[in-house]
């Protein structure tokens, strides 16, 4: 297979950017698409070529396949690399891609349909004999074959689109009344993502962690895994925050898992770049949930823990080159983690936040990443996913990963617009968290306890986290009538978060 030359970037945003970043380093040249609310966008000005894809939303721009196969035939890209969202887990987009003699960077559609489409994979684990959980074995296609699976296997159940992943799709119903109403809009916001409106459902099980394992596979029978990421942070069955390795996870419990993972990825002879993901109790018993025949968002964690850069991987990898490390070579160093920085305002229910960027300020210093798709002058807009950039920190213990996040956090500054900064800097601060001790549950419990988890075992450091709650409390309502905003609150109030931790602590240890 000869090698790549010139890739098609069919995404938008920080993730094109990152592929874009990819190809200059290995002297591929890079084209990037966009449509006409992306004109200006910070891919678009670093990629060698970009082309007009068509009007602002999604399924007239970046889900056309069509459009796609046709500016890569103008540019003369020899292969494309989908991203994550869009059309990154449509086995129909990547046969076509293939038909018209370019080279497609990720897994075959055969591997694509058996394991990216989530019944079908369902279907290949439990004849495989893997733990999985309760649910529908084929789509639901009316609310009456809906509410008979939910009677069958009990309230709650969870709503989840076949195709695509990141949370889209997914609604949780406890009652007839939800269920009825969440098919109706799972299947839509399903559509509208990923051009393929099949939903079905899954037994909502509580109190669990959510835990992958990323693989990596050539094309010559090589497959490994490199460690798990916890993902166990969620708002809206959308990561917020991502880590690893998972304080969950002894070396006895990766082995079985990344066993699981790589007999998964062999049965569906798979190659590129996936991730195997699971539930897992109390009891460290885990169940596999589905597999994502993507790049994940959270991929720069497992980069930042094992050295491997995942997009030159998969370049390598769809040049039909082996892996450059055997699953021996595979060692986890240190502790990463990572913040989705998300255009959404945290003190008024994260509704979205758009308008211009005016000004920003991005964190740096030792360990320090930022994937980011944001700049001075950039809108973000009502079509695309709120996330807005990433904020990765490499640290020798995740106790020194939580601080340097922590001051990473600070640093931050976004104008002109809101963001979750201020609610991922009280997770930093939040004692349940530094403790490890968390479930998909987690950000749920602490927004309805107004940011604090207290425990009885916590030695009477419940007053200190109640002072530091009541007083951000009272910040949150100062920073409602600022006149600015500065990483999603005023700039005072950014400040005075950690400043009202830190005056609590001190008030603790003079009693």
């Given at each position: 297979m000869p090698k790549i030359k010139k890739v098609l970037i069919a995404n938008r945003g920080e993730i094109a950017l990152r592929v874009v970043r990819a190809c200059a380093e290995v002297g591929i040249q890079s084209v990037a698409v966009f449509s006409e609310a992306d004109r200006t966008s910070l891919?678009?000005?670093?990629?060698?070529?970009?082309?007009?894809?068509?009007?602002?939303?999604?399924?007239?721009?970046?889900?056309?396949?069509?459009?796609?196969?046709?500016?890569?035939?103008?540019?003369?890209?020899?292969?494309?690399?989908?991203?994550?969202?869009?059309?990154a887990e449509n086995a129909d987009f990547a046969q076509a891609v293939l038909d018209d003699g370019l080279t497609w960077i990720g897994p075959s559609p055969a591997a694509m349909r058996m394991l990216g489409d989530k019944l079908t994979a369902r279907r290949t684990a439990e004849e495989a004999g893997l733990?999985?959980?309760?649910?529908?074995?084929?789509?639901?296609?009316?609310?009456?074959?809906?509410?008979?699976?939910?009677?069958?296997?009990?309230?709650?159940?969870?709503?989840?689109?076949?195709?695509?992943?990141?949370?889209?799709?997914?609604?949780?119903?406890?009652?007839?009344?939800?269920?009825?109403?969440?098919?109706?809009?799972?299947?839509?916001?399903?559509?509208?993502?990923?051009?393929?409106?099949?939903?079905?459902?899954?037994?909502?099980?509580?109190?669990?962690?959510?835990?992958?394992?990323?693989?990596?596979?050539?094309?010559?029978?090589?497959?490994?895994?490199?460690g798990e990421r916890e993902c166990s942070i969620q708002r809206r069955y959308q990561k917020l925050i991502e880590e690893s390795p998972s304080v969950a996870v002894d070396a006895d419990l990766r082995a079985r898992m990344g066993a699981v993972a790589v007999a998964a990825a062999r049965a569906a002879s798979y190659t590129s770049a996936g991730?195997?993901?699971?539930?897992?109790?109390?009891?460290?018993?885990?169940?596999?949930?589905?597999v994502n025949t993507r790049l994940q968002v959270e991929h720069p964690v497992t980069e930042m823990v094992t050295g491997v850069d995942l997009v030159l991987e998969q370049f390598r990898v769809a040049s039909g080159r082996p892996l450059r490390m055997q699953q021996s070579d595979v060692r986890l160093r240190g502790h990463a983690m990572e913040c989705r920085i998300a255009a959404e305002n945290p003190f008024n229910n994260f509704v979205p936040s758009l308008g211009e960027i005016t000004a920003v300020s991005e964190p740096s210093g030792p360990g320090v990443r930022v994937?980011?798709?944001?700049?001075?002058?950039?809108?973000?807009?009502?079509?695309?996913?709120?996330?807005?950039?990433?904020?990765?920190?490499?640290?020798?213990?995740?106790?020194?990963?939580?601080?340097?996040?922590?001051?990473?956090?600070?640093e931050y500054r976004v104008v002109g617009?809101?963001?979750?900064?201020?609610?991922?800097?009280?997770?930093?601060?939040?004692?349940?968290?530094?403790?490890?001790?968390?479930?998909?549950?987690?950000v749920e419990r602490f927004l309805k306890d107004g940011g604090r988890i207290a425990h009885q075992d916590d030695d009477g450091l419940e007053d200190v986290s109640a002072m530091a709650s009541a007083l951000v409390s009272d910040r949150k309502r100062l920073a409602g009538s600022a006149a600015h905003s500065v990483s999603g609150g005023s700039e005072a109030d950014v400040q005075d978060v950690g400043w009202a931790w830190r005056t609590a602590g001190r008030r603790a240890g003079l009693r």
């Open positions: 891919h678009v000005r670093a990629a060698d070529e970009a082309y007009l894809i068509g009007p602002p939303p999604a399924s007239e721009s970046y889900l056309k396949i069509g459009a796609l196969l046709e500016t890569a035939r103008r540019a003369g890209a020899d292969a494309v690399h989908p991203g994550y969202g869009f059309l733990p999985i959980v309760p649910g529908s074995d084929v789509a639901v296609d009316d609310t009456e074959a809906a509410l008979e699976v939910a009677n069958r296997i009990g309230y709650p159940v969870l709503i989840k689109a076949s195709a695509g992943g990141g949370g889209k799709g997914m609604r949780i119903a406890r009652s007839r009344h939800e269920l009825e109403a969440g098919i109706r809009s799972a299947r839509s916001e399903a559509q509208s993502s990923f051009a393929s409106g099949k939903v079905y459902l899954e037994k909502y099980l509580e109190a669990v962690r959510h835990v992958e394992i990323q693989i990596m596979a050539d094309t010559h029978g090589n497959i490994i895994y490199l991730t195997v993901e699971f539930l897992v109790d109390r009891f460290k018993n885990f169940y596999f949930l589905e994937d980011s798709s944001i700049y001075r002058g950039g809108r973000v807009s009502i079509y695309y996913d709120p996330m807005i950039a990433k904020l990765i920190v490499w640290a020798p213990s995740r106790a020194h990963a939580i601080l340097r996040m922590r001051r990473a956090l600070e617009i809101q963001t979750n900064i201020p609610f991922h800097l009280r997770v930093m601060q939040s004692l349940d968290f530094q403790r490890g001790r968390m479930d998909t549950n987690f």
